[in-house]
């Protein structure tokens, strides 16, 4: 059965269209959803509604958070207490238009200089209400072994969009998707803030352009929950799998084949 709607952008008072992919946060008995929408310039900004129940509905904030912006958020809390938002997204998700945290209309960063460090999703410390931030946006760095931001050219490993971050054994996993190779990463750091060393794909191509991922531990198993075009063979039409995670005694994530049978066979 289908429930209804938790939040539609017609009742977010700054947005215009294009409510995309959100997550949600707890704390204190209140339930936030962080979602992504165009303003009425047409501008991609992350607001935050809030909600006593999981299943909404949940009241939107008058205003986007003051110093977010671009697409996909995602907001880890930490065993410490602390919460994180993480967000960005190239191409569509505007973030190319933001190079020094101010909007300007048309690309300004030229994303054809294959050479020059790639550009990288935003990460930010919550305030304790959960509805601003606590410090300025900054770099999600991901480098490569020798300590080198990840390049521009490097489609097959830089990040394109759909941060996810979660903690394994005292290690920071940032996973994300690599956008037009089609496949989803993950960096480790000892940081939620980063730097981030990359490490390697865990999903190989889902049927359709693209997917978006979040990463849940849950009675002792790790699970992987993404999206495909399996079931409606449109782009924009997405269905949810989910599939066990597993990782290797160095902590290092085994790759998941979406096509593969139970047993790992095509």
Do not use: C
Request: aromatic fraction near 14%.
């Amino acid at each position: 059965m289908i429930g209804p709607v938790a939040l539609d952008v017609k009742d977010v008072p700054w947005a215009s269209k294009q409510m995309w992919a959100p997550d949600a946060a707890y704390r204190n008995g209140t339930y936030y959803l962080y979602f992504p929408a165009r303003d009425k310039q047409g501008v991609f900004r992350i607001g935050v509604a809030t909600s006593s129940d999981p299943m909404g509905p949940f009241k939107a904030e008058p205003e986007p958070i003051a110093g977010t912006y671009s697409i996909d958020p995602a907001v880890f809390t930490d065993g410490d207490g602390k919460s994180y938002i993480y967000f960005g997204g190239i191409w569509g998700g505007q973030l190319e238009n933001w190079p020094t945290g101010k909007f300007t209309a048309g690309s300004s960063t030229d994303l054809k200089q294959d050479d020059k460090p790639a550009l990288m999703p935003k990460v930010a410390m919550l305030a304790p209400d959960m509805k601003h931030l606590a410090a300025p946006a900054k770099d999600a760095v991901i480098v490569d072994e020798n300590g080198k931001p990840l390049l521009g050219g490097d489609h097959d490993r830089r990040f394109f969009e759909a941060s996810w971050m979660f903690k394994r054994n005292g290690l920071y996993y940032f996973t994300y998707s690599t956008g037009d190779t089609h496949f989803l990463a993950y960096a480790v750091g000892k940081s939620p803030l980063g730097p981030f060393t990359y490490k390697g794909h865990f999903l190989l191509p889902v049927q359709g352009w693209t997917t978006h991922q979040s990463v849940v531990e849950w009675e002792g198993k790790w699970w992987l929950f993404y999206a495909d075009t399996q079931l409606s063979n449109k782009n924009h039409l997405r269905n949810v799998k989910m599939t066990e995670l597993h990782f290797n005694a160095d902590g290092s994530i085994q790759m998941v084949d979406p096509f593969a049978s139970p047993d790992g066979k095509k």
